[in-house]
């Protein structure tokens, strides 16, 4: 069985600043891991996806992920954090073409 | 290309009454899920399409839930004698085959009230 834990459900950071949002999966075989954004009153986009190659995982919008199968973390990274990161960021864990386990998801507030 | 699309993208039923959830994948993708976000639960998954595979129920809440998917295409989602718990938004999603199968697309999802 799969699952995933979400650490903190808000993050604020300032404009400018590093964002680091974080996530811990739990899988009894090799998992697929992804982080999708939701801004308000839409649907989910995917960031970025981890299937078994590289660790560091590059996304859209400067956003990147390492897979740390050590410490079963997958965290979300930017160095710099613009007004418009601010969104809803969902973990998630699958085995390849099967459903998504969601985590409880991060809301990230950006001040000017 | 068009994404997923789902129609109502807003739904106002009273308590008893049965609705109906559409979603359109997108063109070519052999999979289709169904997933329920609600602010007591978080975002479930509800059910799963793969091509003329049987569907993966495990997701669905109760009995009053129901899906099924028409020539591997068009889906549509089945709430029967709705009760205030389903009041929730209705996220579909599709994934194509080949090297992207693991990628799901969502739709903008449909908002039901059941008052």
């Known amino acids: 069985a799969q699952s995933v834990t979400q650490l903190g459900s808000h993050v604020s950071v300032s404009e400018g600043a590093l964002v680091l949002l974080r996530c811990n999966y739990s899988s009894s075989v090799p998992p697929y891991l992804f982080w999708y954004v939701q801004y308000p009153n839409q649907g989910l986009q995917l960031l970025l996806k981890y299937t078994s190659a590289a660790t560091l995982v590059k996304g859209i919008n400067g956003f990147e992920a390492e897979f740390k199968k050590s410490e079963t973390s997958f965290h979300l990274t930017k160095p710099s954090a613009h007004m418009s990161d601010a969104a809803e960021y969902f973990c998630a864990v699958s085995v390849r073409t099967d459903k998504l386990i969601f985590g409880t998801g991060t809301r990230l507030q950006v001040f000017p | ?115």
Not at chain 2, 27 to 50: D, P, V
Not at chain 2, 95 to 111: E, L, V
């Open chain 2, 1 to 115: 290309g068009a994404g997923v699309s789902q129609s109502p993208s807003n739904k106002v039923t009273e308590k008893g009454k049965d609705v109906e959830l559409r979603c359109d994948p997108i063109s070519g993708h052999t999979a289709l899920y169904w997933y329920r976000q609600s602010l007591g639960q978080g975002l479930e998954f509800l059910i799963y399409f793969q091509g003329n595979s049987a569907p993966d129920k495990s997701g669905l809440p109760s009995d009053r839930f129901s899906a099924e998917r028409t020539g591997g295409s068009v889906s549509t989602l089945t709430i029967q004698r709705t009760q205030q718990e389903d009041s929730a938004v209705y996220l579909c999603a599709s994934s194509p085959a080949g090297a992207d199968t693991d990628t799901q697309y969502f739709g903008p999802g449909t908002r039901l009230t059941v008052l």
